[in-house]
């Protein structure tokens, strides 16, 4: 009930979208040796790719 939501612009949403595809091609050409550190890798992509920002502006 007390959720909020956050307008996510077209615009943030492609940049985000271009970033995982960025991340994914690199990944496939440089596959990570050891898979504790790729976890660790991809848990903080997604967390800077869906951070958000206290003032709305956006991610830079």
Same mark, same amino acid.
Request: net charge positive.
């Given at each position: 009930? =007390?959720?909020?939501?956050?307008? +996510? ?7 985000? #979208? ?17 898979? +504790? ?11 800077? +790719?869906? =951070?958000? #920002? ?7």
């Amino acid at each position: 009930m =007390g959720e909020i939501i956050r307008f +996510v612009s077209k615009s943030e949403r492609e940049r985000a #979208r271009l970033i995982r595809e960025a991340f994914a091609i690199y990944d496939s050409i440089f596959p990570a040796a050891d898979p +504790v550190r790729e976890k660790h890798d991809k848990a903080s992509i997604s967390h800077k +790719v869906s =951070g958000d #920002r206290s003032d709305g502006g956006p991610l830079s």
